[in-house]
């Protein structure tokens, strides 16, 4: 079947700008979340839904960050007034809320965000 | 919190070699240990997993024991292969208390290259 896909595969944005970024999770996926891969800091956590609600947004690194989710299905992180720093290949995954083995996500393949 | 510590790479082997990349962790609790690996170009996929103390996790020739006593899961493989050329990245998965999150932590990655 189908894995988790990404929206775009690449963006690249002006500093101060506003982006979003796009996941499908697996079909029938209730747990998902956004991971964020960059050279300093390797990969990090940003933010869990359960459904369509976040339990856990301890990760997201500023306010300018937020995320949704619809339907219980597709996820949209934005980034809001654009730096640098977020520069990153943003990674989303899904797992089964009742896996049996906690913990296994599914990948999508990344969003590479370039902040000029 | 959590931590993952793998060795720093680059790693790089001829053809048939033996492989150990090695991992430790701090968590609290009981976490679920994995690895994950990233092939050039690819998304993260896991390769392996082990939920309690002592489980062998083992795929595609790779192996890793989940040693309590020492907080460790090594990564090994007794011939490797060209194709294995890839970034492997160690991770556990505990239960966020109170979220229902199993956020994954993750090590740094260590990216390993298998010469002919």
């Known amino acids: 079947g189908a894995g988790v896909s990404q929206s775009p595969s690449n963006k690249v944005t002006e500093k101060g700008k506003d982006v979003e970024l796009r996941c499908d999770p697996i079909?029938?996926?209730?747990?998902l979340y956004w991971y964020r891969q960059s050279l300093g800091q390797g990969l990090e956590f940003l933010i869990y839904?359960?459904?369509?609600?976040?339990?856990?947004k301890s990760g997201l690194p500023s306010d300018r960050f937020s995320a949704e989710r619809t339907g219980g299905s597709v996820s949209t992180l934005t980034i809001q007034r654009t730096q640098q720093e977020d520069s990153a290949v943003y990674l989303c995954?899904?797992?089964?809320?009742?896996?049996?083995?906690?913990?296994?996500?599914?990948f999508g393949p990344g969003t590479r965000l370039t902040v000029l | 919190g959590n931590s993952v510590t793998q060795m720093e790479g680059p790693v790089t082997l001829s053809e048939e070699a033996f492989l150990t990349i090695n991992c430790t962790y701090t968590?609290?609790?009981?976490?679920?240990l994995f690895w994950y690996v990233q092939y050039p170009g690819e998304g993260l996929q896991l390769l392996l997993k082990a939920t309690k103390a002592d489980d062998k996790g083992s795929n595609k020739g790779f192996e890793a024991t989940y040693r309590k006593e020492t907080t460790s899961f090594h990564l090994e493989k007794g011939s490797v292969q060209v194709s294995d050329s890839a970034v492997y990245f160690c991770?556990?998965?505990?239960?966020?208390?109170?979220?229902?999150?199993?956020?994954?932590?993750f090590g740094k990655g260590t990216k390993l290259s298998v010469i002919p």
């Open positions: 968590a609290t609790g009981y976490p679920s």
């Open positions: 079909s029938g996926h209730t747990a």
């Open positions: 991770a556990l998965s505990s239960l966020y208390s109170g979220a229902g999150s199993y956020q994954l932590t």
């Open positions: 995954a899904s797992s089964l809320a009742l896996s049996r083995f906690p913990g296994e996500q599914f």
């Open positions: 839904f359960q459904g369509n609600s976040a339990p856990d």
